[in-house]
């Protein structure tokens, strides 16, 4: 295998000497030039360590040069396809072409007018890998203005907003100014490059003019992931934007998506795609959040939410938005609370089971229950004084208001009082765990002191026992008193939904059954000490100071003098089938237990006089003997093996085949064929 491996790197590389040989030496033909790029592009992919080699024997260089000095526009085009393919492939090939030279060479070709467009696809390709993931290669690039360059092909490249990519030149061009866009995409981000994102900002009015003239799929996601990068976690960008009216262009586009979005899937995909620009836009400045509420883009999120086509990522992203929207605008809130938002989010948090879905429409519901208070007191500071005409305007304009606050209350002390149940629930079982476990404690503490002063004797021995067993009756009564306690005071909270005719007769159940369980201790405590021995698994069925399993437990019952009922059925049951075993047994002789007993029973019954039977013999055939030699041969003296795999006759062993391998060995005329 290694051989192999090795052959053929050799021959990878004995294929690119040649290739970058007949480079070099076929200068005057273009079309041999190209077929040998296209093979060194074809090997490189095929081999991940082509790239470096090429790299090392300064295959790189040459064809950079080539790129360079060619008179041929195909060269050319070729040259930067395999450059863009190998920094692409690898990172050293990256950092090595990763040079100003490279970038200002690129940079003539995008600005000279003589390139066509396919010579431009490749250089800004070229120039995309290079930045990618590289903060160098960010920094280059606005260095030798090649930036500045790719924004005026980002203005110029599409002239009209009416797209016709059935044609053949203008598909081209889209297809040039498409990769434009995803260059600067990355200029600005992937790493963040703050310097960048200051320059590409000039191009946000031609975006928006793009926007507002064509809602084509193959423009607004472009446009939307350039604006998005371009001003994502960059305060002043944002600020900019909303400035050349970027918010209300997006907000308009989203409106009319929205309404689109109820014909085709399409038009609800594209409006998550505004969505998720919008919410870039907004995070870091939730004050911006006022210029949606014009639009009321809180109820067109909240209809778009609920597009059945849309999957749990895109709804969470119209959710983040919704929180960002609502978290410093009042407005966005009102409108929240009109369009029946609450119980929507609490729906998506009741019933999703989306741990980013749940925790972005926590965010919501936080933002709404900040704001509650204010706007509930704001109600209230309008004096009577003022004129009727404005109190007239004020009522006719928030009539529901009231309301829709009432309900927000409502909802927002129903989630409190659900939170608070549930804390004092876990105070409660907290506070009964800990107290079973102190007295399980002292009265394992209290049998051990028993056991030693018994193993002690003498009469203070007798003494010290009688006042540990009335403490230790004393731990088991307020044991099953305070089981008796909670066991009431949960039947009354469950009680207080049920009708009272049931709940007087549950509240008398419940006090017949404490009444039991303090006569039972009370029982228990007039028993002395020697019966306190046999007592330690009787009230509460849990045996203290001893370990359970399947060998003590019938034992334990049956000496236990105080028994649940369940354990009571335990014990009538297992009686009851020692009894029918015991008249199958009588009746016939051949049912016992133990495995020993078993094994005699069925070899007694086999032969009768207890006289083993020994099996018939049967002579091994040519057959047989061939099947052993070739199995010894390929499986070794695995003789199980050489059983299971040839079709020997019924009734023989393992052992068989051993014997009588080392018989026929042993004898010389046998000789393994």
Known sequence: MESEDTKKIQEMKTDLNLLLECLKYQMDNAFSQKEALVTIHSICQQNSNAGVYFREIGGLTFVKNLAKSSEHSMVKEAALYILGAVAEQNVYCQQTLCTSELFEDLTWFLSNSDSNTNLKRMSVYVILVLVSNNRTGQTLVRETGCISVLSQLFKTVLSKYELNLSDKNIFQNYQLWSSVCSTLCVCVNNPQNDENQMLCCSLFPHANDWLINCLKPEIIRPICSFIGLTLANNTYVQKYFMSV?????????????ESDSHKTISSAKLAVVVTKTMDACIADNPTLGVVLSKYHIVSK??????????DAGEKFSIMLTLGHCTEDCEENQYDLFKNNGLPLMIQALTESQNEELNKAATFVLHNCKKITEKLSLS?????????????????????????????????????????????????????YKDNVSSMNINIQNTLKDLHADRSGGGPKAEDKDKSQS???QGYKCHEVMSKACTNDDQMKTLLKSANPVNACYRESGQNKTLCKAISSCNQNSHEGPTSEKKNFVSQSCIAIGKSLNSRNFSKVLHSCPYQ????????????????????SLICNKKILLTPRRRRQLTNESSTPGGIKKRRARKNFTEEEVNY????VKKMGNHWNLILWSFPFQQGRKAVDLAHKYHKLTKCPKYAAP
């Not at 999120?301 to 849309?310: I, N, Q, Y």
């Open 628 to 631: 052993l030699f070739s199995g």
């Open 470 to 472: 009335r403490k230790l």
């Open 301 to 310: 999120l909240l209809a778009l939410l609920l597009h059945e086509s849309l």
């Open 245 to 257: 009216g970027g918010l209300d262009v997006l907000s308009q586009v989203l409106v009319q998506l």
């Open 379 to 431: 109600l209230g500071e309008y004096s009577f004084d003022e004129d009727k005409e404005q109190l007239k305007n004020i009522n006719m304009k928030e009539k529901n208001l009231e309301d829709y606050w009432k309900k927000a209350k409502e909802i927002l002390h129903r989630i409190d009082q659900l939170e608070r149940e549930g804390d004092e629930e876990k105070m409660q079982r907290e506070k």
């Open 564 to 583: 649940c009922d369940r354990h009571k059925v335990i014990v009538e049951a297992e009686d009851r089938y020692k009894s029918e075993l015991r008249k």
